[in-house]
């Protein structure tokens, strides 16, 4: 299995603050890079796929970068909905093995 | 509008099987590119990749789980089911099903998801 690796695992930020949110994975899987944000009780979103593709209805202040074995998530201004689980998750091969997660808190 | 719904028991005891649905609309498992998977997630843990079957009867498994899964589709009724053998504490959870596109990248990802239902083992 390609282990994915997430980090911080947690994190406080203010409203208004650019966050980013590292994954790396065990081997190269390309751009084969999701992530998905959670927010407690609910099901997991989609948020980006193909490492920078913004899902549809997902707001601009998400973005997604890196190839290979290193991929970013960044938040350019926090907003109060934004505070949520995030996981990257890999497409290349299965199992499509998710990352631990991180939490992201109101500071 | 694409939903999806899992259904099945809230309990079950250790060395049961476990058997759930998911009842989809809005698509079908018949189109290229389209799959169901099933993820799961223990309380306040991480998401966990279990099984997924494509619209070609293609299936693909968790290794760690391949013997006790078994994940099988009925177009006719637009249901995915998954069968979980041997069922033990641990795998208390909510289990999710999603459904899951191949992008114009090549590569999938789950873009809807139902609700989850919550599995607990217990004697």
């Known amino acids: 299995d390609i282990q994915m690796t997430q980090s911080p695992s947690s994190l406080s930020a203010s409203v208004g603050d650019r966050v980013t949110i590292t994954c790396r994975a065990s081997?190269?899987?390309?751009?084969?890079l999701n992530w998905y944000q959670q927010k407690p009780g609910k099901a997991p979103k989609l948020l980006i796929y193909?490492?920078?593709s913004l899902q549809s209805g997902v707001p601009s202040r998400f973005s997604g970068s890196g190839s290979g074995t290193d991929f970013t998530l960044t938040i350019s201004s926090l907003q109060p909905e934004d505070f949520a689980a995030y996981y990257c998750?890999?497409?290349?091969?299965?199992?499509?093995?998710f990352g631990q997660g991180t939490k992201l808190e109101i500071k | 509008q694409i939903t999806l719904k899992e259904s099945g028991p809230t309990l079950v005891k250790p060395t049961q099987t476990l058997t759930l649905t998911c009842t989809f609309s809005?698509?079908?498992?018949?189109?290229?590119?389209?799959?169901v998977g099933w993820i799961r997630q223990p309380p306040g843990k991480a998401l966990e990749w279990l099984a997924l079957?494509?619209?070609?009867?293609?299936?693909r498994y968790s290794p760690s789980l391949k013997s006790r899964l078994t994940i099988a589709k009925d177009t006719s009724k637009n249901q995915v089911v998954l069968r979980m053998t041997n069922m033990d504490p641990v795998d208390t959870g909510t289990y999710y099903c999603?459904?899951?596109?191949?992008?114009?990248?090549?590569?999938?990802?789950?873009?809807?998801w139902g609700q989850g239902t919550m599995v607990t083992v217990s004697s």
């Open positions: 998750q890999q497409s290349y091969s299965t199992p499509h093995t």
């Open positions: 999603a459904h899951s596109r191949t992008t114009v990248f090549g590569d999938d990802a789950f873009d809807i």
């Open positions: 081997q190269r899987i390309s751009s084969y």
């Open positions: 193909a490492a920078s």
């Open positions: 809005g698509f079908s498992l018949t189109t290229s590119g389209v799959g």
């Open positions: 079957i494509y619209w070609d009867g293609d299936k």
